[in-house]
């Protein structure tokens, strides 16, 4: 590669490094990928951290060695979390979004990249320092939050569907009970999805009382596998805590009230925020 300016070398391992999310580069594929000396790519890297921890981007760890290099590990500022979430709490709380029966319309939100991509980034903080192989979510409004979550953590999603399908091959399926209506369910994984053993990230688009995310869990028992978290987008505050199936979560906003009648919504910041 031709030499750059260092100002365009920086921009450049700048993009380089975010486009890879808890990749371990060497030292010296920067070095021959720009025909700089490793010391001055070193003198870039500390630049690049620096503006990195100062703007809430996340952490670039550096290992020592003839096998280290460096490592960018997102974490999204409490401050900048704070400031989404309230936004987000905002945008749910508009009459508009109430359905008949008193459910919430979320659709738009869901598909918005910009928007998923900030949550993403906020799971991906809380959860960076556990052991994870696999990001997991039911079909299929959670999908777009596991994406952007598992982007940003440099991980595979795994889907759980509702019915099983012939192009899955064999699959382990079980029963479960809403936790809301009390109703029985049925979900499946196919055996090739997820590896036996796996350490396994839950995310879900929303929570009532849990019964979808036990029904996860309890599947995942069948592949010896283990729950590293359960991180929701938005969890319902009308569930008391006796009916409630999941106790060990991460949610972000929680849907506190809903009024058909006089079209109010009440949303407040979740328990991540204490």
Do not use: W
């Amino acid at each position: 590669m031709k030499k750059l300016k260092r100002s365009a070398r920086l921009i450049e391992m700048t993009q380089f490094l975010l486009a890879r999310p808890h990749t371990l580069v060497p030292l010296t594929y920067f070095a021959d990928r720009y025909g700089a000396a490793k010391s001055s790519i070193s003198e870039d890297l500390a630049i690049i951290k620096e503006v990195f921890e100062e703007d809430g981007t996340g952490e670039l760890q550096t290992l020592a060695g003839a096998a280290g290099g460096v490592k960018l590990i997102p974490r999204l500022s409490r401050e900048h979390a704070l400031a989404f979430t309230k936004s987000l709490c905002k945008q749910l709380e508009q009459p508009d979004r109430i359905l008949p029966g008193g459910y919430l319309y979320m659709s738009d939100l869901l598909g918005q990249p910009a928007t998923m991509n900030e949550a993403g980034k906020i799971f991906a903080t809380v959860f960076a320092d556990r052991a994870i192989d696999v990001v997991m979510t039911v079909e299929t409004k959670g999908i777009p939050l596991a994406y952007a979550t598992a982007a940003q953590l440099n991980l595979p999603v795994v889907l759980v569907r509702r019915d099983h399908q012939v192009t899955e091959g064999s699959a382990v399926s079980i029963n479960y009970v809403s936790g809301s209506q009390k109703s029985l369910h049925t979900m499946s994984l196919s055996r090739r999805a997820l590896p036996e053993k796996s350490k396994v990230l839950i995310v879900d688009d929303f929570m009532k009382a849990g019964g979808t995310i036990q029904g996860m869990v309890d599947l995942l028992v069948e592949f010896n596998a283990t729950v590293s978290g359960v991180g929701v987008l938005v969890e319902s505050g009308e569930v008391d805590t006796e009916e409630r199936l999941l106790h060990d979560y991460v949610s972000l906003a929680n849907l506190t009230a809903v009024d058909s009648k006089s079209k109010q919504i009440k949303v407040k910041l979740g328990n991540y925020f204490g």
